[in-house]
């Protein structure tokens, strides 16, 4: 099983920034993608940003020049830096991990969520 941990968010005013960090916890698993996905409510959950195993990076319209997605493989870790924050980013963001453990099984987790909220 593996599991996510966050951490960061909160509330700032418009112009501000945030960083979020997300970590991933487990035994013998590999990581395919890590992201960050948000969502208010009832809408759907959408993709921020995505980096991949081989260091490919995707970010979504939205967020391209102001929101940096970085990784510490090492620590099986992905952050979330973001800057220039408008009304429009605020949302309950989730950090998403896919791979597999131990070779064999998929796993797609996500983490509890954390809120960011911009004031204008």
């Known amino acids: 099983q593996v599991q996510l941990e966050e951490s960061g968010g909160g509330s700032v005013q418009a112009g501000g920034s945030l960083r979020l960090s997300c970590a991933a916890s487990g035994s013998d698993f590999s990581i395919y993608t890590m992201g960050w996905y948000r969502q208010n409510p009832g809408q759907q959950r959408d993709m921020v940003a995505t980096?991949?195993?081989?260091?490919?990076?995707k970010y979504a319209d939205s967020v391209k020049g102001r929101f940096t997605i970085s990784s510490d493989n090492a620590k099986n870790t992905v952050f979330l830096q973001m800057n220039s924050l408008k009304p429009e980013d605020t949302a309950v963001y989730y950090c998403?991990?896919?791979?597999?453990?131990?070779?064999?099984?998929?796993?797609?987790?996500w983490g509890q969520g954390t809120q960011v909220t911009v004031s204008s």
């Open positions: 998403n991990a896919n791979g597999h453990i131990s070779g064999i099984s998929y796993y797609n987790e």
């Open positions: 980096i991949f195993a081989d260091g490919t990076i």
